[in-house]
T-cell receptor
Framework: KQEVTQIPAALSVPEGENLVLNCSFT??????LQWFRQDPGKGLTSLLL?????REQTSGRLNASLDKSSGRSTLYIAASQPGDSATYLC?????????FGTGTRLTIIP | NAGVTQTPKFQVLKTGQSMTLQCAQD?????MSWYRQDPGMGLRLIHY???????DQGEVPNGYNVSRSTTEDFPLRLLSAAPSQTSVYFC??????????????FGPGTRLTVT
């Protein structure tokens, strides 16, 4: 059974800093990995999708990497802003199913 | 495109009542799924469908039924609501979940409280 872990569960950093969020998974037989953002009381917003053949994907200030062999993905956020405060979820996409981590709650301190 | 839509946004039920959570997508996606999100437990898969007429169970299917009569719609039925089903429910869709998987799109969620 696939298990996805996100550590830390919560993170606070001052505005302007660069930061890295971590996601690890136990079964490397995945198709893709997707990072989401969730604001309090809201739905999930897709940030980046990394296909299993890719090692990284970039969108604006966000960069996600994937290392299938070690079962790890990271989400790098450059020059953090207060608007980046949210919960970040990673989801591993296998055959017919997604498995989610429990998320990292990020707070950017102005 | 409206994307993935869910109704209602909020619902309060009494124990034992039944109801249907609606989910629709207008992207002609083959794959649709239902998740529940609970504090400390993340999102867990309830049921999913890889196409019209095909459904399968996820991680936590007990107490829920689904059907997929059209590509666009994937309703989730609670047969006899229990307080343990108090949760936020999300519907999702994607182009496919086969050898090549695609980006997942999520609806805004339904907040359900069972008293």
């Amino acid at each position: 059974k696939q298990e996805v872990t996100q550590i830390p569960a919560a993170l606070s950093v001052p505005e302007g800093e660069n930061l890295v969020l971590n996601c690890s998974f136990t079964d490397s037989a995945i198709y893709n990995l997707q990072w989401f953002r969730q604001d309090p009381g809201k739905g999930l917003t897709s940030l980046l999708l990394i296909q299993s053949s890719q090692r990284e994907q970039t969108s604006g200030r966000l960069n996600a990497s994937l290392d299938k062999s070690s079962g790890r993905s990271t989400l790098y956020i450059a020059a953090s802003q207060p608007g980046d405060s949210a919960t970040y979820l990673c989801a591993v996409i296998g055959f017919e199913k997604l498995t989610f981590g429990t998320g990292t709650r990020l707070t950017i301190i102005p | 495109n409206a994307g993935v839509t869910q109704t209602p946004k909020f619902q309060v039920l009494k124990t034992g009542q039944s109801m249907t959570l609606q989910c629709a997508q207008d992207m002609n996606h083959e794959y649709m799924s239902w998740y529940r999100q609970d504090p400390g437990m993340g999102l867990r898969l309830i049921h999913y469908s890889v196409g019209a007429g095909i459904t399968d169970q996820g991680e936590v299917p007990n107490g829920y039924n689904v059907s997929r009569s059209t590509t666009e719609d994937f309703p989730l039925r609670l047969l006899s609501a229990a307080p343990s089903q108090t949760s936020v429910y999300f519907c999702a869709s994607s182009q496919g979940m086969d050898r090549v998987s695609y980006e997942q799109y999520f609806g805004p969620g339904t907040r359900l409280t069972v008293t």
